[in-house]
């Protein structure tokens, strides 16, 4: 009867024990556009009623982290908006990373993605606080080249097209571009300081205008590579994407120099290629999780010692280089037949372009969805993180709502929305739900009206410069190699852009 009575015993207490029932916090990264490298973190014993203290640190941003709640009195740390300080634990170091953080962070994100909790509050000795909005769940772990053999085997590279081909792939294998991607900070500054010392070191070998032709060509290059969308690879859509990206920089270069845009002077296409807030791809964090500084034109690279990733690379560029020299630094002529049909003041004035499926998401086909950037969900004495997400707002109880995570995959042609009831019983704070009207100039593909469509597969926000010029729908004569870079490259007209392009629409005449 005793072992019955403890064995009835152990039923009850394995009853009472609450299955986990929430996503355990992701890996996030410290990121903050076009900001500054140093992001400060806070003492949790010095944080006062409603802010923060001084900072007691900082960390870089590219810096990849497991947040968590620190619970004070019974509470979440939190602003008077309410907005989270989050603790935190150290994935990936910016500062001090190496190759071996990619599988680091790849192991953990995916063991993060898979657990689930009873809550996000933190563990004993959790020390220190970051601001929640300077977190983002990016998903994408550092980029770093392969490493270099030694000795280097016998080169597959393609034959140089021309001197300025020949400088930019000897700056690729020099000593001087190895240094640029060792780590993960710095990278676009690495890459100029590069650049320099091969100059300084070359001045015997090659002419000084052709040294500096070749500095600014590579730019561009690296610029319209990764502007572009690179899944496009090698088709015939993606180089004349490419051709414009390299047109837009060389009008900003010599149609109209503005300091604004990057210009200091006629034909600093360098200056204006990496203007950050034009051209989004030359920010600190982006630069870490892409190639756009390495020295993807390698010798080794192309001989076999390269992924997939930077051979693709290669292909591209190989592809483009001509047409784009001929944009910087040939005549009128030569851009009338690189873009034939269209007239010559357009192709001048085109400057600005309008990549639809990268621009800000919006939902108006679903009622109540909020971005949420930071913000406290509570359950009794369980707190949850909720941070860098949307969620479909509900039912308004005693302290704020019930929701719903509301989570979006990109497809080709259409974003995928999901609804799921990932945090049952959970109500986020009131403070931080606002209940505004459906976001401004959100239209189908963002595209304006009088665009027909079959059916409607994403919504986006439209910038408010969108409709100041007029929507040129450029013509471009290029080889087509398929999207893997592996066709015969026949020569094809394309056509990219016009009012009713769902994927890039550039624009001539914006001031």
Known sequence: MKRLLFALSLLVAAATVRAAEIPATPVMTLYRFNGALDIPYYDIASFGPSSPSAPAGTLAQGTSVVPCLP?????????????????????????????????????????????????????????????????????????????RPSPVPASTAAQPQGELDRIIRAFHNSSA?????????????ALRNAWNAFIAASRQQWPE?????????????????????????????GACERNII??????????????????????????????????????????QVSGLTACYLRNDLAAGGGTQYFKKLQSMYSQNLAEVQRILYGTDQDLAAIFPGNSLADLKGLKHYYHAPAMGKCFPQYD???????????????????????????Q??????????????????????????????????????????????????????????????????????????????????TADRGEQCQAGGQAQTVKVGGTCDTEMRPFTGIK
């Open 71 to 147: 619970i004070r009195n019974g509470q979440p740390l939190t602003d008077d908006q309410g907005i989270p300080y989050v603790g935190f634990k150290v994935i990936v170091d910016a500062r001090t990373a190496t190759p071996t953080a990619v599988a680091r962070y790849t192991q953990v994100a995916r063991e993060r993605q898979a657990l689930r909790v009873d809550n996000h509050h933190c563990e004993a000795g959790v020390r220190y606080v970051l601001d929640v909005r300077n977190l983002y769940a990016m998903d994408k772990p550092p980029v770093f080249e392969p490493p």
């Open 177 to 189: 571009c190895a240094t640029v991607n060792q780590g993960l900070v710095g990278r676009p500054a």
């Open 209 to 237: 205008e052709s040294l500096q032709r070749a500095r600014h060509l590579d730019y561009t290059m690296r610029t319209a590579l990764f502007e572009a969308h690179l899944d496009r690879g090698c088709s015939a859509y």
């Open 246 to 287: 390299a047109l837009s920089i060389r009008n900003r270069g010599l149609e109209s120099c503005v300091r604004g845009q990057g210009c200091s002077a006629p034909g600093d296409f360098q200056g204006v290629a990496t203007k950050v807030s034009q051209y989004n791809i030359w920010d600190e964090y982006l630069a």
């Open 368 to 394: 109540r969805v909020e971005y949420i950037s930071g913000a406290v969900a509570r359950k009794g004495n369980d707190f949850a993180l909720i941070a860098n997400t949307r969620i479909q707002v509900g």
């Open 396 to 477: 308004q109880t005693t302290g704020g709502y019930f929701f719903r995570r509301f989570a979006v995959r990109e497809e080709a042609a259409r974003d995928v929305a999901t609804i799921t009831d990932s945090y049952p019983g959970f109500v986020i704070d009131g403070k931080r739900v606002s209940l505004k009207d459906a976001p401004s100039r959100c239209v189908p593909y963002g595209i304006p009206d009088g665009c027909a469509f079959k059916e409607i597969g994403r919504y986006r926000r439209t910038p408010s410069w969108v409709n100041a010029g007029k929507p040129l729908a450029v013509i471009c004569r």
